[in-house]
């Protein structure tokens, strides 16, 4: 709630700071229009003066937002008009640049235009004559402004409030970077509170059958016929060996994630691996009545790869698509060759992944929830385990799933890694 109420308050001091900085450079704005307009009003009144004429200067017309006319219907000299406008500008220090154009005043027609740089100091009012000895007609003349550099000249003028919006946005991205990051942490402190639970009732089954058999061989060891006695060893036998594989697991993604664990690579079949990992998953399908049905079609299948932990993350994926499936499980496997490597593609009819929670379906401790943390075994280390391995060998994953649809993971792997 805190966090929430934080945010719509960071949100709420952008927009009032937004609405302040639009509302300073309308300010600036108005300011320097305003400046611009006085000036080119005292220039007219010269120009007429100049020309021994008593008629009452007409407002300057703002044409756009750069650009201002002012109307003389009196005879213009280019020199004249350019020192005029340089002393009018530079009293109100509007050292900003600027281009006038000298204008037939019957037909609007240019009869002389320049360019002024900014000028910031009075000694160079009078540079640059030599091009403004070009004399106009007789005539009358009206004469146009236009200072392309206007914006950036009002945002100079706004350094303290575009500061003042510069550092509240740096503490806005700090402060969302920090909210991230929390949020990031409670994530992951749930995710490993879930995975210690899920642990411990991993590690609590083969640890209480050891125990039962340990106990049985310790009372009535000597009174058991013996192929009892056979039978509880490999009870204790089994049951250690699925400890070891369990522990070795996390060990392993602990290697992983320190990046300390080499890869062997070796030249492997990949269509080998796949036989291998699905005679590893054969009892539990068979038990529970699974179809698996094989599509091998790429033609080239050996590729330089780490065959232990290549099918041990192929098991994986065939495990995943076991365990989720409610009803007998229907596997469907393919490959085939894509670009410098071989495409495979793991498809079940199992309960499938909402839309919402794929992307963390390859994050560390991460478990798909089905409702019941215990009803299907699992740390949560799988997929992230099978990222790890994939990414390790210059490969990809990812996922296509429909929630109670099933899923098809895809794992492309190039022939040379």
């Known amino acids: 709630m805190i966090i929430v109420l934080a945010t719509f308050s960071l949100g709420g001091l952008v927009t009032v700071q937004l609405f302040w900085l639009n509302k300073a ?105 030599a091009d403004l000895t070009t004399t106009t007609p007789p005539g009358h003349y009206n004469f146009v402004v236009v200072f392309p550099d206007k914006n950036t000249h009002i945002f100079n003028e706004m350094q303290f409030w575009i500061l003042s919006t510069i550092v509240l946005l740096v503490v806005i991205v700090f402060f969302g970077y920090t909210l991230y990051s929390i949020l990031q942490e409670k994530r992951l402190s749930e995710l490993k509170a879930d995975f210690i639970n899920n642990m411990t009732h991993e590690l609590q089954t083969p640890i209480t059958n050891i125990a039962i058999a340990s106990e049985v061989l310790k009372n009535s060891g000597a009174n058991l016929p013996s192929a009892k006695t056979q039978r509880y060893h490999e009870i204790i036998f089994q049951e250690n060996e699925r400890l070891k594989e ?88 393919s490959t085939r060759n894509y670009q410098k490597g071989i495409l495979i593609s793991i498809a079940d009819k199992g309960l499938g992944i909402r839309k919402e929670v794929q992307s963390y379906i390859f994050d560390t401790f991460y478990r798909v929830s089905t409702g019941n943390v215990h009803n299907v075994r699992g740390f949560g280390l799988g997929l992230s385990y099978v990222k790890t391995i994939i990414h390790a060998h210059q490969g990809s994953i990812w996922v296509n799933s429909q929630e109670n649809q099933g899923s098809c993971f895809e794992l492309y792997l190039p022939f040379r890694a």
């Open 25 to 129: 450079f309308k300010a600036e704005e108005k300011e320097f229009n305003f400046s611009v307009q006085v000036a080119l009003s005292n220039t007219v009144q010269h120009l007429l003066e100049k020309a021994d004429l008593t008629a009452t200067p007409k407002p300057i017309k703002q044409l756009a937002s750069s650009s201002f006319l002012a109307e003389v219907n009196a005879p213009v000299k280019a020199q004249e008009l350019d020192t005029l406008l340089k002393y009018e500008f530079s009293r109100r220090h509007l050292t900003i640049p600027y281009e006038y154009g000298i204008l037939n005043a019957e037909d609007d027609t240019l009869m002389f235009g320049n360019y002024v740089p900014a000028t910031f100091k009075k000694q160079n009012l009078l540079e640059n004559q």
């Open 246 to 333: 369990q522990v070795e697991r996390v060990l392993q993604m602990a290697e992983l994630e320190k990046k300390e664990m080499a890869l062997t690579k070796t030249q492997t079949n990949v269509h080998q691996l796949l036989q291998d990992s699905l005679q590893r998953l054969s009892l539990r399908l068979q038990k529970r009545a699974g179809k698996v049905s094989c599509h091998l079609q790429a033609s080239q299948f050996t590729i330089q790869a780490d065959s232990m932990h290549l099918t041990n993350a192929l098991y994986n994926i065939l495990d995943n698509a076991e365990k989720y499936s409610p009803q007998s499980p229907e596997i469907q496997i």
